[in-house]
């Protein structure tokens, strides 16, 4: 299990990540005519990659007995 310290290291680099596709996205998406099906493809893989962000946030939080 990776510790604590490298997760943190791979989540800041996977919110560059995100906002780097958010940056890209925004770009094509100003520049008209703009490719639909790339727009598309950048935000699925947007959306996975915070989504994975998540999934490792939730795991660094300790479990909460309710």
Known sequence: MEDIKDVKKRLAKLKTQHRDLDDEINHL??????????????????????DYIMKLESNLLPDIIA
């Open 29 to 50: 998406v100003e520049n008209t005519p703009f490719d639909q099906l790339e727009v598309q493809r950048l935000k699925k893989r947007k959306l996975a990659l915070k």
